[in-house]
C-alpha cells in the first residue's frame, strides 16, 4: 500500500524508497550523471539531484529513511479510552443538546481529556485511520447502512 489511511509511508514503502536511493548513491559513487540515474530508477531528476546534495554532505548515511513522517498523536490505549468516552455521549460530556457526535466535538473533547490538540481534519484522519466514519448526521464505528 502506497499510503496507509490518514497519509504517510507505511514502513515496506520507506524500505522501498530507500533502496532506490542507495541506488542513487551508488551511481553517485561511480560518477553517473543525474539524468542517467534518474531514467534507470524510475524517478525525477529533480528527486536524484536533491539526493545528490545530501549525499554529497552527509554520504550515504544521509540517504538513510528518517522513519515516519508523523506519529499520530494519540496511541491505541489513549485511542481505546477515546472510544470509550465517545460511548458515553456528547450529553456526558456537557453538550445535552447534541444527540451525535460531530468533528469539532470530538476535536473538543480529545483537547479536555488528551491536552492534544489536533484541527478538524486531522481528528477525521484519526477516526479513519481507526476504522470510524464520519457523516452529515455524526459518528460510527462503521459505515452507515453496514448490515451487522
Do not use: N
Amino acid at each position: 500500500m502506497r499510503y496507509q489511511q490518514g497519509g504517510g509511508l507505511d514502513a515496506e514503502r520507506r524500505a522501498i524508497r530507500e533502496r532506490v536511493r542507495q541506488a542513487a548513491a551508488a551511481g553517485f559513487a561511480r560518477g553517473e550523471e543525474s539524468g542517467e540515474i534518474a531514467r534507470r530508477l524510475g524517478v525525477h531528476v529533480r528527486s536524484v539531484q536533491r539526493w545528490r546534495r545530501s549525499w554529497a554532505e552527509g554520504g550515504e548515511g544521509a540517504l538513510a529513511s528518517r522513519g515516519p513522517a508523523s506519529t499520530p498523536f494519540l496511541d491505541g490505549t489513549q485511542f481505546a479510552l477515546l472510544v470509550s468516552e465517545l460511548a458515553k455521549g456528547p450529553a456526558a460530556h456537557g453538550w445535552p443538546d447534541r444527540r451525535a457526535w460531530t468533528l469539532e466535538l470530538v476535536r473538543t473533547l480529545i483537547r479536555r481529556r488528551f491536552g492534544r490538540e489536533y484541527t478538524v481534519q486531522g481528528v477525521a484522519a484519526l477516526l479513519k485511520r481507526q476504522g470510524w466514519v464520519h457523516w452529515e448526521g455524526g459518528l460510527t464505528s462503521r459505515h452507515p447502512g453496514d448490515e451487522g
